[in-house]
């Protein structure tokens, strides 16, 4: 069965940096979108960072452009967003997730999901 492993999350100071790295096993990413999305406590899960693996193309959140930045790793399974300029509005349980079946726009619903991985940003 296809899984999504996500690492690389931890605590940090407003103004720092973490890397975040999702490892797909059992998965043809070809066609279709992978990417992340975040949920607060409070909060409904959001969208933050998704990348075509057809042609490279990325889409961001509003908050984080300029900030964050999403990138295929080796074999085009994996990806990882690099997160800068952290804020503690960025504090969230960090999900990787992967669609199957295609990717038609950005919006298409993911399929698969990782288990996430805390941020914690404190100011």
């Known amino acids: 069965q296809v899984q999504l492993v996500e690492s690389g999350g931890g605590s940090v100071q407003a103004g720092g940096s973490l890397s975040l790295s999702c490892a797909a096993s059992?998965?043809?990413?070809?066609?279709?979108?992978m990417g992340w999305f975040r949920e607060a406590p409070g909060t409904k899960r959001e969208r933050v960072a998704m990348?075509?693996?057809?042609?490279?193309?990325?889409d961001y959140a509003d908050s984080v452009k300029g900030r964050f930045t999403i990138s295929q790793d080796n074999g085009k399974n994996a990806v990882s967003l690099q997160m800068n300029s952290l804020k503690p509005e960025d504090t969230a349980s960090y999900y990787c997730?992967?669609?199957?079946?295609?990717?038609?726009?950005?919006?298409?619903?993911?399929?698969?999901w990782g288990q996430g991985t805390q941020v914690t940003v404190s100011s």
């Open positions: 997730a992967a669609t199957g079946g295609g990717c038609r726009t950005f919006s298409t619903p993911p399929k698969y």
């Open positions: 059992g998965y043809n990413s070809d066609g279709n979108c």
């Open positions: 990348i075509y693996t057809g042609n490279g193309n990325t």
